[in-house]
């Protein structure tokens, strides 16, 4: 039963020694080559947000006209109207979104519009 390997032990051991790497390691790889330097850019700061004398213009309009509508009709019937268009005009931009400054302000001015009809329908009533 006691029985000899078929192969010697040092042949053995021979074939199972791990050889040296052929070729330089991942970290010996990484560690020759450094990252390009990153170019410096600077960011103009944005400028204030600041309205036009034609913008605050075109906000007085609504705000004339949601004032103003109260004597076109009765006030509530007006505030009534005007919720109707600004709720249509919500479903619109929900859909296509305003791009420009002038139609932001365009739908600015409408919801104004609005409050401010709605206001003049509770405080003036009938």
Same mark, same amino acid.
Not at 41 to 67: E, K, N, S, Y
Not at 86 to 102: K, M, N, Q, R, V
């Given at each position: 039963?006691?029985?000899?390997?078929?192969?010697?032990?040092?042949?053995?051991?021979?074939?199972? $020694?791990? $050889? *040296?790497? %052929?070729?330089?390691? $991942?970290?010996?790889?990484?560690?020759?080559?450094? *990252?390009? !330097?990153?170019?410096?850019?600077?960011? !103009?700061?944005?400028?204030?947000?600041?309205?036009?004398?034609?913008?605050?213009?075109?906000?007085?309009?609504?705000?004339?006209?949601?004032?103003?509508?109260?004597?076109?009709?009765?006030? %509530?019937?007006?505030?009534?109207?005007?919720?109707?268009?600004?709720?249509?005009?919500?479903?619109?931009?929900?859909?296509? *979104? *305003?791009?420009?400054?002038?139609? $932001?302000?365009?739908?600015?001015?409408?919801?104004?519009?609005?409050?401010?009809?709605?206001?003049?329908?509770?405080?003036?009533?009938?």
């Amino acid at each position: 039963m006691n029985e000899q390997p078929i192969k010697p032990k040092d042949e053995t051991e021979e074939q199972l $020694r791990l $050889r *040296p790497p %052929d070729c330089p390691s $991942r970290e010996e790889q990484l560690l020759e080559f450094e *990252p390009p !330097p990153l170019p410096v850019v600077t960011i !103009p700061a944005a400028p204030p947000f600041q309205f036009t004398v034609f913008d605050l213009m075109i906000v007085m309009i609504g705000v004339a006209g949601g004032l103003a509508g109260g004597t076109w009709m009765p006030s %509530d019937i007006f505030a009534a109207i005007l919720g109707l268009v600004t709720l249509i005009g919500l479903a619109l931009i929900h859909f296509f *979104p *305003p791009e420009s400054h002038f139609a $932001r302000l365009l739908w600015g001015t409408l919801v104004l519009a609005y409050i401010i009809a709605v206001g003049a329908a509770i405080f003036k009533g009938n």
